[in-house]
């Protein structure tokens, strides 16, 4: 162009606050001294065919995925460096989703959140203080859907083997008069498993609307699931692993000797939250967020079971024919009937000369109903149906607060530092000793937890970060800890002590990070088949373990064409000394007492010392590629002992994914994808479990055990249509 040529410009200021506020306190930023993983909405949604979202998560380093069905629907798990989900820290815009009683976190209750998931963050260790059950191994953040400005829809279907099923619409208003925006999302799930009528029906559905002024967002989020499946968790027994691997004992009794199976021994339960945020700008730099929260559960488990005693039921045995009978087979249910409500808060200020100060907290309160009915049984008096025969209460109230401060001391290096308090009360229905009996009795339970971390971040270039970490982390134990002991035999509180020492590296072409860790515990609670003052068997402190490892991770672009990206953990996870009770029975099956015997340096149970990932993507053209991913677990003991009977083989499972999206006319995209799981067709089990004692002359041994074999070679093929 010959001349000169003025271009004038006009930049327009953002309309709206910022939603990544709402979940800022609980998150690690870019000076946060923590070994973390992000991952975008976008990564997830590729893979994402029906399968739960341990499944999805399976490239993140040290983490370890199960399936009670075998194929990635319904009960689904994870372990992350070796801590399963009643350790992990789970939040969604940062309120806490962890049962309040047991820790868990039932994916199953959520199905296809993933959908909705703008982006998500895992932490591995004890992290930055949140909100809800305290981090004992890992916290996952999850933040849902962002401010899109413009109007979308979206439809997605995906099938595959096992009659596996995943229908999603989404829609979305986009920015509405640069004020206003709503969100919808409908899915269905429906697979019957590849373990013998581990069948799920799922169903959910996802709702926001918000509120999107210059300095205030208010923003209300609802979503719900409702899930029905058929009871697989009592796994698969040892020995009908090689001639019949999908065999389900589940709801299984016999009539007249012949085997039969109850076709209702299902679960079924239902999860609705509801959230309301506000987070407001008072001035630059300085943040105001809160929000309420309000989670309704309700559900039920039912088995049949046969040969009952009366007595185990609060109910007299029956006369018949002059003959008095104290057994009868019968149905029941199991009912959990609960409310979870609370509000969260946060003052976050950047003063954007190196100060960074996050003041938070939270309260909360759970009020969750146990009772059991008898819907049936073959003989009975006295009882009318649905008649209680337990019922009792779990109240938990839980108050946090914390201060977060990072300091930039001189250019590129950072000081952290992260002090948290945490109340926790707990009245629950117990067993105590009353006049030489045992007897129910309401009981209550406090904690007061300081849980102190700090560290420090050099960043001397944009290319390289180096970061050491120290914090602490203290729980309480869940319920069945308190239930099944008496004042005289209550578990201690648990206690973590997290180092962490990484460093990253960052390119445009790749990426390459280390981190050593050392998570080291003190009265760490764990199974250990010992039998308590009450008869129950219940977890034991161990005064001292810890696991000890390193994590190794990157990524590599050759070209526009290939790209590969994978990790390494490589861990020792020790006791130092294990004390194991176990009961001991003669040749006749009396139980005659108890075995104790003594092991040192032993392994902790479902912790595989090694654990890798690796992707090998091929993008040949735009919107074509080509993915095959390998997960390998090395071997995990089932028990505490380190005994080779009692041992979890290692794995290597391939998946192979084709992802193509093109662009018709009419349509703004459609995506396509093919997935072809255990792609080698390998025999491998994830979990186990296992009931041994001492048999006559025998000697130790396993009576009963439960085994969880994954899905062979199988396939899913999904379409995506985006409007």
Do not use: C
Request: net charge negative.
């Amino acid at each position: 162009m010959d001349g000169n040529t003025r271009l004038d410009f006009e930049l327009t200021p953002g309309t709206s606050i910022a939603e990544e506020v709402v979940v800022s306190a609980v998150r690690a930023g870019g000076r946060a001294p923590v070994t973390y993983t992000n991952l975008a909405g976008e990564e997830l949604a590729p893979r994402n065919l029906g399968q739960d979202l341990p499944l999805l998560l399976t490239s993140t380093p040290s983490l370890v995925s199960s399936s009670d069905a075998g194929t990635g629907v319904g009960y689904t798990w994870m372990n992350i460096r070796g801590s399963d989900q009643s350790r992990i820290n789970v939040t969604i815009n940062g309120i806490p989703v962890n049962d309040a009683e047991s820790h868990g976190v039932w994916w199953v209750n959520m199905p296809d959140v993933v959908s909705s998931v703008d982006d998500l963050q895992v932490q591995r260790g004890v992290g930055l203080s949140t909100h809800g059950a305290g981090a004992f191994g890992a916290t996952i953040s999850l933040k849902t859907e962002s401010l899109r400005q413009d109007p979308y829809a979206e439809v997605s279907s995906s099938a595959g083997s096992f009659n596996t099923f995943k229908n999603t619409v989404q829609l979305g208003s986009g920015l509405i008069n640069d004020k206003w925006a709503f969100n919808g999302r409908l899915s269905k799930i429906d697979s019957e498993g590849y373990i013998d009528r581990a069948f799920a029906d799922l169903k959910s559905f996802y709702l926001s609307g918000g509120y999107y002024g210059q300095n205030t967002l208010i923003k209300a989020v609802v979503f719900s699931g409702k899930e029905s499946t058929y009871q697989a968790w009592y796994g698969v027994p040892s020995d009908s692993l090689e001639r019949n691997r999908t065999f389900n004992p589940a709801g299984m009794y016999y009539d007249n000797g012949n085997i039969r199976f109850y076709d209702n021994e299902t679960d079924n339960y239902q999860q609705d939250h509801y959230q309301l945020h506000l987070t407001s700008q008072l001035t630059r730099g300085l943040y105001l967020s809160g929000a309420l929260h309000y989670t309704r559960g309700r559900g039920y488990y039912e088995q049949y079971r046969d040969n009952e005693r009366f007595s185990r039921y609060n109910l007299p045995g029956v006369i018949i024919g002059g003959e008095e009978i104290d057994r009868t087979d019968l149905i029941r249910r199991r009912w959990l009937d609960n409310h979870f409500y609370g509000l969260t808060y946060s003052l976050n200020y950047n003063n954007f000369e190196g100060l960074e100060v996050v003041f938070g907290g939270g309260y909360n309160e759970y009020d969750g109903d146990h009772y059991g009915e008898i819907i049936w049984a073959r003989h009975a008096v006295n009882t009318d149906i649905r008649d209680r025969y337990y019922d009792n209460n779990g109240f938990k109230r839980d108050f946090n607060s914390f201060l977060k401060t990072s300091y930039e001391l001189i250019p590129g290096m950072s000081l952290f530092a992260d002090l948290q308090y945490r109340h926790v009360s707990y009245s629950f229905l117990g067993q105590a000793w009353v006049l030489e009996e045992i007897v129910p009795l309401q009981q209550e339970v406090r904690f007061n937890f300081f849980n102190p971390k700090a560290g420090i971040l050099y960043q001397p270039d944009p290319l390289n970060t180096l970061y050491l970490y120290a914090g602490m982390g203290n729980r309480e134990p869940v319920r069945r800890d308190f239930t099944e002991s008496s004042p005289e035999s209550r578990p201690r509180h648990e206690t973590l002590r997290n180092i962490e020492l990484g460093y990253r590296h960052q390119r445009r072409d790749g990426e390459f990070g280390i981190n050593f860790y050392l998570m080291d515990y003190k009265d760490q609670l764990i199974l250990t088949g010992e039998i308590n003052d009450v008869g129950g068997f219940t977890r034991t402190n161990i005064k001292d373990s810890y696991r000890l490892g390193v994590e190794i991770e990157g990524g590599y672009s050759f070209n526009d064409i290939f790209m590969w990206s994978g990790n390494l953990t490589l861990s020792r996870n020790k006791i130092p000394e294990f004390t194991e009770h176990s009961d001991k029975y003669d040749n006749d099956w009396n139980w005659v007492g108890t075995d104790i015997r003594s092991y040192e340096d032993t392994d902790i149970a479902f912790s595989p010392s090694v654990i890798a990932y690796s992707q090998l993507g091929i993008t040949p053209f735009d919107g074509f590629g080509l993915y095959l991913e390998g997960k390998y677990v090395g071997s995990q003991y089932i028990d505490n002992t380190m005994s080779s009977d009692r041992m979890l083989d290692a794995y290597l499972v391939n998946n192979l994914r084709l992802n193509y999206t093109l662009q018709p006319f009419s349509i703004r995209e459609v995506e396509l994808v093919f997935q072809v799981n255990n792609l080698f067709d390998v025999k491998y089990e994830t979990n186990a479990w296992i009931y041994k004692g001492v048999v006559g002359d025998h000697g130790l041994t396993v009576i009963e055990d439960g085994y969880f074999p994954q899905a062979g070679r199988h396939v899913m093929a999904g379409i995506t249509l985006r409007f």
